[in-house]
């Protein structure tokens, strides 16, 4: 989206895409533009104006060094030099349907983090992206507690202003549904451009009728986090699966929109993938399910950590899987997740902190994901 669009991410900062967080700054040397955060934007749609010719467009920019761009363009385009040609490419082979005006670019794409509000504590998560972590980081080994982190209205009025050029606007948490802000700017698209499509990445514990309200007037795009069936998924969200069912079952008929299931791959569903797709794989509301995403921090947390044998025996019942069920998205999944992070240490702390977890959540994860007691 580096071509038409802005992220922002938890912290503020604003980038061009996802991957290209402001904050990972041992990525510095091989991005666009320093780091910035959006309180330190006059105005967001000038920012990209000036920014965008004079970095995403330049024909000495070469491509296969721009990490942000390879980790998601990868094998595709390696042998496209500059970043001006990837677009050009994706434009013909229609895999962008958007268009830029280069002499005069409009954020056009919109993705953004209003705060780290989240009413859920999942396992594989930490205070950055919950508030429900922040006072469990320090038990768990994370880095640093940065406390609740949200945008200023200042900055929630920078990004009012550019909706009227938006084609989509992707809001992410924290849990989206738990901060107002999201709800008040929702409305405010509903009202001044109807016509951009509204994308959220959501637990989907706390639909309302207000909620509805909004997804009846916009077209909606509802990604929900769906990480194992019944108390596995009570267990790793630290919510209840019953109730994410019902309010999914709800948007569909109310809105006649099916849903996305993501699945966050961690090593506690990792044996259970199949019992999340055959659950849902065949749900009227259900439009396609998405198992790419894999947890590689914190490590005790990853697949990466299982002994060779266990691993490698499991992945080759995820191939014939993603061969039974050709509406799964898998991407990357074979190519990257390896188990090259194994080690005693790490399997001492997945034991640890899996016990911690046990307490908080108050029963044991291991009745219901028998093949962990392998560790």
């Not at 509204?198 to 514990?205: E, G, K, M, P, V």
């Amino acid at each position: 989206m580096a071509y038409h669009g802005v992220t922002i991410d938890p912290q503020g900062y604003v980038s061009m895409c996802c991957i290209d967080n402001g904050a990972a700054n041992e990525f510095n040397n091989r991005r666009f533009y320093d780091p910035i955060k959006i309180d330190d934007v006059a105005d967001l749609g000038q920012w990209f104006a000036e920014t965008y010719p004079n970095k995403v467009w330049s024909q000495n920019e070469n491509a296969s060094n721009c990490y942000p761009c390879m980790r998601c363009y990868n094998e595709q385009y390696k042998d496209i030099s500059t970043l001006k040609d990837i677009y050009d490419q994706k434009v013909k082979n229609g895999s962008t349907i958007w268009t830029q005006d280069e002499t005069n670019p409009k954020i056009k794409y919109l993705e953004f983090t209003s705060s780290n509000i989240c009413n859920q504590m999942c396992v594989m998560c930490s205070g950055r992206h919950s508030s429900m972590w922040l006072s469990y980081d320090e038990q768990f080994g994370h880095s640093k507690n940065i406390g609740l982190y949200k945008l200023t209205n200042e900055s929630i009025e920078k990004i009012k202003k550019v909706v009227p050029t938006l084609d989509e606007c992707y809001i992410k948490g924290g849990e989206p549904l738990s901060d107002q802000s999201n709800i008040a700017l929702m409305e405010h698209i509903a009202e001044v451009n109807p016509s951009c499509k509204i994308s959220l990445a959501t637990n989907f514990q706390g639909l309302i009728n207000r909620h509805i309200d909004i997804f009846k007037k916009v077209r909606s795009g509802i990604y929900v986090s769906i990480d194992g069936i019944d108390e596995v998924f009570n267990w790793i969200r630290g919510g209840d699966f019953k109730r994410v069912v019902k309010n999914i079952e709800r948007y569909y008929n109310e809105t006649g929109n099916k849903v996305q299931i993501y699945v966050t791959v961690s090593i506690y569903n990792f044996f259970n993938l199949e019992e999340i797709i055959e659950y849902f794989y065949d749900k009227p509301y259900v439009k396609w399910i998405q198992c790419h995403n894999v947890v590689i921090w914190p490590a005790w947390s990853s697949p990466q950590i299982l002994p060779i044998d266990i691993f490698e025996n499991q992945m080759s019942k995820h191939m014939k899987l993603s061969a039974n069920y050709p509406r799964t998205g898998w991407q990357n999944f074979f190519q990257e997740l390896d188990n090259n992070n194994s080690s005693e240490n790490k399997l001492e702390q997945f034991k640890l902190y899996t016990n911690k977890m046990n307490l908080i959540r108050g029963f044991d994860i291991r009745d219901h994901v028998p093949e962990l007691n392998q560790l």
